[in-house]
């Protein structure tokens, strides 16, 4: 299993893992490295070259290496994991616990694998809930960065009658199969590696839940795929610390941010 260490200046500790668990890992360990620089270390991807671009652009005294560990202890976050209520109506479920089974709640059952989360980061749970409220009947949904494939697969369970999930990890589009087989819309998910500037058409939805340089990077492309009266969401950006994204893209305009632990969730429209 590799591992991907990052070494950032003590104070940045905290601003490294909120990266981290954007970039979609299941679990964080910090260390002390020494008085003065903290070592995070967590699994993204089967490949070191997707868990960098996961990550991003490292800020200035960053540095990242990989190491080879055995993959058995790093099993251990299953034991403590929980069901993730995103609403009252919504609730995401590790494959490996017991069913909730309550006839008012809708339950997606997700295997996260060893590269992506379960959809408990702030970030992923405001966008479940978006996807939640936004996606009806007959709605055209594109998922950007699928990860584990939660956000597809709940608007395929809220009856969008086109979903397109893409990400550029090979790993995530086998999850995303994956889940949604377990969830039983196999067939009204459209998965690839696809690059974001190869789709057409237009979208009643776009989710893009990644980073803010993504975001910046594939504004045009999120702009041009959202239908003229649809939604654009996008989260994996810092409360108060968005305004660039926005800017990149304009016209479009904001409907509302919402806030969850210190993470912000953008809905925009065209003007």
């Known amino acids: 299993m590799r591992v991907l260490v990052l070494c950032v200046p003590l104070d940045d500790a905290e601003l490294a893992s909120d990266r981290l668990w954007a970039a979609g890992a299941c679990a964080v360990e910090e260390r002390a490295a020494d008085g003065s620089t903290a070592e995070l270390r967590t699994?993204?991807?089967?490949?070191?070259?997707?868990?960098l671009a996961r990550l991003g652009?490292?800020?200035?005294?960053?540095?990242?290496?990989?190491?080879?560990?055995?993959?058995?202890?790093?099993?251990?976050?299953?034991?403590?994991?929980e069901p993730?209520?995103?609403?009252d109506r919504l609730v995401v479920r590790p494959a490996w616990l017991a069913r909730v089974d309550s006839p008012d709640v809708l339950?997606?059952?997700i295997e996260p694998g060893g590269s992506f989360g379960l959809g408990d980061h702030p970030t992923t749970r405001v966008s479940a809930d978006a996807t939640w409220r936004l996606t009806t009947a007959g709605s055209r949904v594109l998922d950007v960065g699928c990860g584990s494939g939660v956000l597809s697969i709940i608007a395929a369970l809220r009856g969008a009658s086109r979903v397109v999930a893409i990400d550029i990890a090979e790993a995530a589009r086998e999850a995303t199969l994956d889940n949604a087989a377990r969830n039983g819309v196999t067939d009204r998910i459209e998965v690839s590696t696809?690059?974001?500037?190869?789709?057409?058409?237009?979208?009643?939805?776009?989710?893009a839940n990644i980073l803010a340089p993504a975001l910046v990077a594939m504004s045009a492309h999120l702009r041009r795929l959202t239908a003229p009266d649809g939604r654009l969401v996008l989260s994996g950006v810092l409360a108060g610390q968005h305004a660039h994204v926005i800017a990149a893209l304009?016209?479009?305009r904001v409907v509302t941010t919402t806030e969850l632990e210190g993470w912000a969730s953008v809905e925009l429209c065209h003007t």
């Open 84 to 87: 993730i209520l995103v609403n």
């Open 43 to 51: 699994i993204l991807a089967d490949s070191d070259d997707v868990s």
């Open 107 to 109: 339950e997606v059952e």
């Open 194 to 207: 696809s690059a974001i500037e190869h789709l057409s058409g237009s979208f009643d939805l776009v989710v």
């Open 57 to 81: 652009r490292l800020a200035p005294g960053w540095t990242v290496s990989f190491l080879d560990v055995d993959d058995a202890p790093a099993q251990t976050w299953r034991e403590f994991s």
């Open 250 to 252: 304009a016209p479009m």
